[in-house]
């Protein structure tokens, strides 16, 4: 992408009125921008960090045999009524449509996808099952705030899982925590994210989070320093010693929530009559197991965790590109600089090519360190000399020069 | 994917109350499930055919300088009051949130798109440009008809562009109206569908709209005999001649609209001040087009032109699957339809494999002509015993027997 006309606006200033460190970033930097308190849009640079983010979820999903669907937002009213949440839930958005019917937007799925399964599952044949979307959701928050950690309309997968049993739920959940934190690693939390025990809800006694620790984060725990479990505050009261190792000693952490996980049991296949015929031919309840990412607020925990003085520090698996290619010079090294960024192309590497001229050299390193680009490749009358370019490494202090010749094999090393 | 495993159920019986074959056949086949009146869910076999339709349209927009990009639905009131349509548009959705505000839910993004342009756009120098997204919208309808064809909620692409100058804007619509031709070319109803003049709003005389010939039309068309451009019944009164080649000879048809494309010109940036500053220094209005198709409605008129009497017939570009593996027996004939199935996954050909074994062939085939895969390949104890596979085309009346080692080339040629 030629970043003389990419889809952006770079603000050198901190913004005022802001409660965290990834919304200014992401907003200064042009990868979101707000349309309103707790509604944004992800422009170009964003978007592309989006679907590498949704990218890594949906191939850990599958992993887990989960089967992607797509169910809708607006939803009606009965369904939200038979579970009891059309008064419970304060977040519910509610609204009227062509005569006067009313509806729900879905802030999660249970209401759809339990009725759903309840036309296809009809023998312990049928199980187990699991079905993932990827999906806009809605919450009518009293306060939306931190940018995009904690947003009105935000983009979440959800998955649904159906058991016969109760071992077979809790085998399947299993796998999931362990895709869970596969996901977090491969977005470049891994090491700042907990499986973190939590109230369970009716069914099971607790429920796990996974919680990244950050100053910006809503959520106190308590993290074991023996075996590295933690519990959240709400029911660090019930555990004076670690519910895994035993262990008594906790460090206490700020930390955001970037996925929950569900045993719902029979909460909502009751409701729906969710029934299937067993072995024996007896009808029996489906038990069910949720599983939630929110996308946005993992894309914004991934900015507070990854970051310095002078912007984003985008890990490579998440990164809008690669590589930011920049021009300093005309003429000649502006011919070089266009070379190198169609071989770069031609070779696959993702690629954003600082090719304006009006811009000095310290404008353009500082949006390079704003954006966050893993890779930062510089072709001026200097390295030309030495059919050079200087490479560095946003995470990392010192450039190095290194032949023309020989930067998509570096690259294709790293 | 094992068909046993597939999350969907197969109804055999035409369903009462709908009016239009798509409508019958996608939610029969376990594409589609209706959650209420206009509302949908797309199944996995749906959501197959959705993404690769969604990828031909993003490729097509990538393909035009479209930067993609989401923006959100629910949306601030005093942005659609700025441009007079929170009380004149009557389709709109409107809900209040936390604190009485009051949101719309968007059923098109000029309200947002302009807004979010005007803090990029400042100097000509910034233009053209052209962004775009893929996003449920809402239209609160007061009746919802025809399946997936016109819905309260529906997934839609829209690109807006934005010109310093009208020839510009013209340039690049004519080049929109190419890649629309080709996106419906490359969904399999090239042949049924024509480009139409329609009425042009407040800006442009005329607009242009997609419309595809089928008899669940809600539209009239006149498509002229010569030169094949058609005219929407609402201009027909106007146009005794075709405006392209002055032929007078047309036929009446009944049409869907499956995509439409305006130029706004600055009926949006007006009441949004976006404005750009040009080569003369002088203040001016940006000039835009908008140009919208409805994934859902495209995938339902791809069912009403593809289908037959036994079920839905796919072009293979956006069918869910490539092959339908069926397996006619057990034992050594299913370790030899493994072995296929194993062998199809391996070279990457998209393959459901019918793995059933409690279901006749009969049942089997009328199956798998309702799903209406493009390629049938039948494993049975005849079959094996000649080291081969029945293989047949959806589209076509007669099989041939060909020997498992050709299946994968054969395949290929295709």
Chains 1, 2 share one sequence.
């Not at 990834?22 to 979101?32: I, K, P």
């Amino acid at each position: 992408m030629l970043q003389s006309k990419l889809f952006y606006k770079i603000n050198k200033n901190k913004l005022a009125e802001v409660d965290s460190i990834s919304h200014d970033l992401l907003v200064r930097a042009g990868f979101v921008d707000q349309l309103m308190a707790g509604v944004y849009s992800y422009l170009p640079l964003g978007f592309l960090v989006f679907k590498k983010i949704e990218n890594i979820i949906r191939q850990n999903m599958i992993v887990v045999d989960g089967q992607e669907l797509l169910m809708p937002a607006l939803n009606p009213k009965e369904n939200w009524e038979k579970t009891d949440r059309w008064n419970t839930l304060d977040v519910l958005f509610k609204l009227k449509g062509a005569g006067e019917k009313d509806y729900a937007l879905a802030p999660t799925h249970e209401e759809v996808v339990s009725p759903l399964a309840k036309k296809i599952i009809l023998s312990y044949k049928d199980l187990p099952m699991a079905v993932f979307h990827i999906q806009n959701k809605f919450r009518n928050e009293l306060r939306a705030k931190s940018g995009i950690l904690r947003t009105r309309e935000f983009m979440m997968k959800d998955l649904y899982s159906f058991h016969a049993s109760q071992e077979d739920l809790d085998k399947y959940y299993d796998k999931l925590i362990k895709a869970y934190l596969n996901i977090f690693k491969q977005c470049g939390i891994g090491k700042q994210t907990y499986r973190t025990l939590a109230s369970g809800g009716s069914f099971a006694k607790y429920s796990d989070e996974f919680q990244t620790i950050t100053s910006a984060g809503e959520d106190i725990i308590y993290v074991c320093k023996k075996c590295g479990l933690a519990i959240n505050k709400e029911i660090k009261a019930e555990n004076d010693k670690c519910p895994k190792c035993e262990a008594i000693d906790f460090e206490e952490k700020k930390a955001v929530e970037v996925g929950n996980i569900f045993k719902l049991g029979t909460k909502y296949s009751t409701p729906f009559e969710l029934n299937f015929k067993d072995k024996d031919s007896q009808e029996k309840p489906v038990l069910m197991g949720c599983y939630g990412i929110g996308l946005g607020r993992l894309l914004g925990t991934i900015v507070e965790v990854n970051n310095d003085e002078k912007g984003i520090v985008w890990p490579e698996s998440v990164a809008p590109f690669k590589v930011h290619l920049i021009l300093l010079g005309k003429g000649k090294v502006k011919t070089t600089a266009d070379k190198i960024y169609k071989t770069l192309l031609e070779n696959n590497i993702e690629v954003l090519y600082d090719d304006r001229e009006d811009k000095s050299a310290g404008e353009k390193f500082a949006e390079s360190d704003l954006l966050g680009i893993p890779y930062r490749v510089i072709v001026s009358e200097r390295t030309i000399a030495k059919n050079s370019v200087e490479l560095k490494e946003r995470s990392k202090k010192d450039a190095k020069i290194i032949k023309i010749s020989q930067l998509v094999k570096t690259l294709n090393k790293n």
